[in-house]
């Protein structure tokens, strides 16, 4: 079987709490790459239990997610929608990936450091092992091109770390099962790129914008109501000077960057394109315009979001459908997986 050459995978962990960093850097990506590729995009539940056991309301968490991508124009019928967890060969190639990494491998991972925090000895062994199910998450489909955010670098470094281990140290028999000099996994390629790869909090330029900062002030969430959007940038943190008229101007000053890149994405420019726009401008002319350019392209979300989870049969109904067609190339995968590890049956 030939590899795929043009196909997407990403996800998003239903942990509640979707913002602005989200869609910026990834679900608005994902609505862009639906003309040119095969997409499928995954509610990653088995994820969402790595760094809190007991989660608060997984299923409408799940299905917010769900009800997030197609609100923002991601079409289930053309592409594939689903949540992780009802499609079990995630779970069993995780497991095979967990046996191709190495310890030292994870031991990097700057995001495990981060989220184990000081006492490591009592985090999950799921969150340790959690780039493991990304890459499987990945492979399984054997996805070329990857879209995330900044912070997901590292992971898919590391998900082509594993997919060169297995396509070497199984080079034999890869070939003996007619998969050619190419390997039986793709080196798959992360798409990180244009003006918010890491939009940061609104409260401190130098951190990213999170879902899990306790200050709700920091983040615009794709639930905020309009009122919210324009008083959240109305407060968000900023120096006294104007903004710049190069983007060397920007250079140390954290809070107006990220700003004048959320104007840029949003409204599909560069962020040099900005500040050439409003070269010389104080914040206070500049806040009311990036609100009511937020208001204007996330208030639609928000309402057809609404119109989805008030129907949430509907939504399930998608992600059924979804895990169906993805079910099929996931079994086809791992059916050839086990040849080539040569388990019996
Ligand atoms: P998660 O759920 O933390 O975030 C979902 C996506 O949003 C991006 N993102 C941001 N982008 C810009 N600025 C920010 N402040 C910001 N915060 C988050 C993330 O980079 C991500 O693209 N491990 C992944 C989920 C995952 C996955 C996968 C992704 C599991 N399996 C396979 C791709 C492919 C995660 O925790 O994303």
Not at 17 to 32: D, E, P, Q, S
Not at 60 to 86: L, M, Y
Not at 156 to 168: C, G, P, Q, V
């Amino acid at each position: 079987m030939g590899q795929p050459t043009n196909r997407v995978f990403s996800g998003i962990q239903p942990t509640g709490n979707l913002h602005l960093g989200n869609y910026l850097g990834a679900i608005k990506k994902f609505v862009a790459l639906q003309d040119s590729h095969e997409c499928i995009y995954c509610v990653v539940d088995l994820h969402a239990v790595t760094a809190q056991l007991v989660q608060d309301d997984l299923k409408n968490q799940t299905r917010e997610i769900a009800a997030a991508f197609i609100a923002s124009g991601i079409d289930p019928a053309k592409h594939i929608v689903f949540n992780q967890s009802q499609v079990r060969e995630h779970a069993e190639l995780a497991w095979l990936f967990n046996c191709v990494a190495r310890m030292g491998w994870l031991q990097r991972m700057t995001q495990f450091k981060d989220k184990a925090g000081k006492n490591a000895q009592n985090a999950s062994v799921g969150l340790f092992a959690y780039p493991s199910l990304m890459a499987a998450d990945i492979l399984l489909y054997r996805a070329t091109h990857v879209p995330v955010g900044d912070d997901q670098k590292q992971h898919l470094e590391l998900t082509r770390d594993i997919a060169a281990k297995f396509n070497n140290d199984f080079a034999e028999k890869i070939k003996e099962f007619g998969h050619g000099d190419e390997g039986y996994f793709p080196i798959t390629d992360p798409i990180i790129e244009g003006p918010a790869t890491r939009v940061m909090s609104l409260r401190a330029g130098n951190n990213k914008m999170s879902k899990s900062e306790p200050s709700d002030m920091s983040r615009i969430n794709l639930t905020d109501s309009a009122d919210d959007i324009a008083k959240k940038i109305r407060k968000a943190k900023t120096d006294p000077e104007p903004l710049p008229d190069t983007m060397e101007g920007l250079a140390e000053r954290p809070e107006a960057k990220n700003l004048v890149g959320i104007y840029a994405a949003l409204s599909g420019q560069t962020s040099k394109a900005v500040v050439s726009e409003f070269a010389g401008q104080q914040f206070g002319t500049f806040k009311p315009a990036l609100a009511e350019l937020a208001v204007e392209k996330l208030a639609p979300i928000n309402t057809e979001m609404r119109k989805l989870m008030d129907n949430p049969d509907h939504v399930d109904s998608i992600l059924a459908d979804g895990a169906d067609r993805a079910r099929v190339i996931a079994q086809q995968t791992m059916k050839e997986v086990r040849e080539i590890f040569g388990f019996l049956g």
